[in-house]
């Protein structure tokens, strides 16, 4: 059974800065993807960055210079350091990878990320 699992998250103030980490088990399939996507309070999940097993990277516009997503040695961690952080940057932070060649499609729990103005 797949599993990712999130850690890192809190309340810091605004221009602060947070690690986010993400560790996916009981693989099968290779990892095709790995990204975090966030859900602000009363607001869809959106997508913040995503990182390809070839190591390419897409972030969204509202994040970039400040994000950076990143993979561990082992290939099967995924982090997301968040600097110059913004309240608007407050939201639900969700781990999410595509495995196989069906890209199928797999979340953590998510971890919250306050941001105090």
């Known amino acids: 059974q797949v599993q990712l699992v999130e850690s890192g998250g809190g309340l810091v103030q605004a221009g602060g800065s947070l690690r986010l980490s993400c560790s996916v088990s009981?693989?099968?399939?290779?990892?095709?993807?790995l990204g975090w996507y966030r859900q602000p309070p009363g607001k869809q999940r959106e997508l913040v960055a995503t990182?390809?097993?070839?190591?390419?990277?897409n972030y969204a516009d509202s994040v970039k210079g400040r994000f950076t997503i990143s993979r561990g040695n082992a290939k099967n961690t995924v982090y997301l350091q968040m600097d110059s952080l913004k309240p608007e940057d407050t939201a639900v932070y969700y781990c999410?990878?595509?495995?196989?060649?069906?890209?199928?499609?797999?979340w953590g729990q998510g971890t919250q990320v306050t941001v105090s103005s």
């Open positions: 990182i390809t097993s070839g190591g390419s990277t």
């Open positions: 009981g693989i099968i399939f290779s990892i095709n993807r």
């Open positions: 999410n990878t595509n495995l196989g060649p069906t890209w199928i499609n797999y």
